[in-house]
Nanobody, 124 residues
Framework: QVKLEESGGGSVEIGGSLRLSCAASGTYISGCMGWFRQATGKERERVGTIMQGIVDSADSVKGRFIISQDNAKTTLYLQLDRLKPEDTAMYYC????????????????????WGQGTQVTVSS
């Protein structure tokens, strides 16, 4: 059974930082994992993906957010710096089934497993 569990969300002021974590378990997860976010009333969008250390981030977060994994590939991280109000959203961790790889600009529909999400709220 595959399980993804996010943690680390919260409320911060503009310009603040947070670090999200995603604990992954299960034998059917490939090395391709990613972070997505969904603001109220908007579609889910890609924050970025990672596989074998290669990261593909959305333009809106480049230079502010960093995606990384631990060596065992069981925990995915998202470091969020210089947060803006428009970063307010539910953040989700996602993974692809074993045997599937990451390519550039992947969509939510490309991912097979999802966590429950963790809320990030940025306010002045």
């Amino acid at each position: 059974q595959v399980k993804l569990e996010e943690s680390g969300g919260g409320s911060v002021e503009i310009g603040g930082s947070l670090r999200l974590s995603c604990a992954a378990s299960g034998t059917y997860i490939s090395g391709c994992m990613g972070w997505f976010r969904q603001a109220t009333g908007k579609e889910r969008e890609r924050v970025g993906t990672i596989m074998q250390g290669i990261v593909d981030s959305a333009d809106s977060v480049k230079g502010r957010f960093i995606i990384s994994q631990d060596n065992a590939k069981t925990t995915l991280y998202l470091q969020l710096d210089r947060l803006k109000p428009e970063d307010t959203a539910m953040y989700y961790c996602a993974a692809r089934r074993q045997g599937n790889y990451c390519v550039r600009q992947m969509a939510p529909a490309d991912f097979h497993y999802w966590g429950q999400g963790t809320q990030v709220t940025v306010s002045s």
